[in-house]
């Protein structure tokens, strides 16, 4: 079924946090093929981490519908749907997950929609793990050059067919060059939700930028936040910064802010963070980008990752007027095109999904975990999502034949509220407590 101007390609996009379903959406519209209009349709599986209306408007990306749907629900509404492309944006084990279950969902059928996959941003920990459970979508995406090439090594490693892998960058790149210093000069501390995962460090780094402003009465100093209190994003936050800066003395030139992370960029001088991929949006734009070595360079942190990029430093260095010269080689293999290429960086995937459309069968998906292979493992992964060994729902599973009622919808609001309290208030309590 090849693409043409006058054809309308059908896309689903299925994801699990307001970040995946960022890179989904987004990555979706750049894959269509050329001169072909997309129907976009988005599906939000439910967890902890389903996104607000509120997050869903920050993110900036619309669908033509956006529903929340359960694992089974969505396999079911797959079986009914004539879709040309589905993009997975899930964690490894949900796409896993969703790659068993698609497969007995489409058994039997000559054509099928193309499967596509990958990562949200900088993959620096459980590289094996989540490659693996990736593995069997028809496309296997790998934000950068040096991506790709760890990906094909450890399916190639492992005997696994790399053909999927296909590099590409990421999705959300882009904004205008920067020029020059604003009036303010204005540098952004962009916090993460799990980065670093306590009190004393998370607290460390917030007085650091509140220092910096201090000794800089005439910058201004931005907190940029990813979420509100009661929100989950791809990661939990257990300790908001919101909630550590109560109480504090600020001066008049530092101040929290939300939005989206392009137009708080607009006005950026200086970016600063631990690990976050909005270095890899900065360094995009050619805006000067500091990756804090303050509480060490980690694996735990993820800012071993920049490890030479140039762009490793301290607050110490910045209250002091340091400037980053960032390695031109590094950023290149990043995926960071600031060279002006970014707009071909898709193609390779786009001829892909050409390719395979325009073919009269498509091969079942075949991941490389099956009971088989791993019997101690993929079906403690399968169950999760209320799947059986072989992907077929299992018996209680939520039917995906009529919508939720009032009462079933307010019993999962409270149920995931509870979720919420017990992660950020509960939990935090408890650990202290054990601590004594």
């Given amino acids: 079924m090849p693409a043409s101007a006058t054809q309308t390609l059908r896309v689903a996009v299925l994801a699990d946090s307001d970040t995946r379903w960022k890179?989904?959406?987004?990555?979706?519209?750049?894959i269509a093929p050329p001169n072909s209009d997309i129907s976009l349709d988005g599906y939000l599986l439910r967890g902890r981490a389903t996104p607000t209306a509120r997050q869903l408007k920050e993110v900036g990306v619309t669908a033509d519908s956006l529903r929340e749907v359960t694992a089974v629900e969505f396999l079911r509404a797959m079986e009914k749907e004539p879709y040309d492309i589905l993009v997975l944006s899930?964690?490894?084990?949900?796409?896993?997950?969703?790659?068993?279950?698609?497969?007995?969902?489409?058994?039997?059928?000559?054509?099928?929609?193309?499967?596509?996959?990958?990562?949200?941003?900088?993959?620096?920990?459980?590289?094996?793990?989540?490659?693996?459970?990736?593995?069997?979508?028809?496309?296997?995406?790998?934000?950068?050059?040096?991506?790709?090439?760890?990906?094909?090594?450890?399916?190639d490693g492992v005997g696994a067919d790399s053909s999927a892998v296909t590099e590409v960058a990421l999705p959300f790149l882009g904004g205008d060059a920067y020029t020059g210093e604003h009036d303010p000069y204005t540098v952004?501390?962009?916090?993460?939700?799990?980065?670093?995962?306590?009190?004393?460090?998370?607290?460390?780094?917030?007085?650091?930028?509140?220092?910096?402003?201090?000794?800089?009465p005439n910058r201004e100093v931005l907190l940029k936040l990813r979420s509100k209190?009661?929100?989950?994003?791809?990661?939990?936050?257990?300790?908001?910064?919101?909630?550590?800066?109560?109480?504090?003395?600020?001066?008049?030139?530092?101040?929290?802010?939300y939005?989206?992370?392009?137009?708080?960029?607009?006005?950026?001088?200086?970016?600063?963070?631990?690990?976050?991929?909005?270095?890899?949006?900065?360094?995009?734009?050619?805006?000067?980008?500091?990756?804090?070595?303050?509480?060490?360079?980690r694996e735990g942190l993820g800012n071993h990752h920049f490890v030479g990029s140039g762009c490793l430093a301290s607050w110490d260095q910045l209250d002091a007027g340091y400037k980053p010269v960032p390695d031109a080689e590094w950023v290149a293999r990043q995926g960071v095109m600031a060279d002006g290429s970014y707009e071909t960086a898709f193609d390779a995937a786009r001829e892909r999904i050409v390719k395979l459309l325009a073919g009269d069968e498509m091969a079942p998906l075949t991941p490389y975990y099956t009971p088989e292979t791993a019997p101690g493992y993929l079906p403690g992964i399968l169950a999760r999502h209320h799947l059986g060994p072989d992907g077929t729902p299992l018996p209680g599973a939520p039917?995906?034949?009529?919508?939720?009622?009032?009462?079933?919808?307010?019993?999962?609001?409270?149920?995931?509220?509870?979720?919420?309290?017990?992660?950020?208030?509960?939990?935090?309590?408890?650990?202290?407590m054990g601590e004594l």
């Fill in 23 to 30: 890179w989904g959406s987004l990555t979706a519209n750049r």
């Fill in 90 to 155: 899930l964690v490894g084990g949900g796409v896993q997950a969703m790659l068993h279950g698609l497969a007995r969902a489409w058994d039997g059928r000559a054509k099928r929609p193309v499967v596509v996959t990958g990562y949200v941003g900088v993959v620096y920990e459980k590289l094996t793990d989540g490659l693996l459970l990736r593995h069997g979508a028809d496309l296997v995406l790998a934000n950068s050059r040096q991506d790709a090439d760890r990906f094909k090594a450890v399916y």
């Fill in 188 to 216: 952004v501390f962009a916090v993460q939700p799990s980065v670093p995962d306590n009190r004393r460090d998370r607290n460390y780094l917030l007085n650091r930028a509140i220092q910096h402003a201090r000794f800089h």
């Fill in 229 to 257: 209190p009661g929100e989950h994003t791809t990661h939990i936050e257990e300790l908001p910064y919101q909630k550590l800066v109560q109480g504090k003395d600020l001066p008049a030139n530092f101040s929290l802010v």
């Fill in 259 to 297: 939005g989206h992370m392009g137009d708080v960029l607009d006005r950026t001088d200086l970016l600063v963070t631990i690990s976050s991929t909005a270095a890899l949006e900065s360094l995009h734009r050619r805006i000067p980008t500091v990756v804090l070595t303050d509480l060490g360079i």
């Fill in 399 to 432: 039917a995906a034949d009529k919508a939720p009622g009032p009462v079933r919808q307010i019993v999962r609001r409270a149920a995931r509220g509870a979720y919420r309290h017990g992660v950020q208030r509960v939990a935090p309590v408890i650990r202290r």
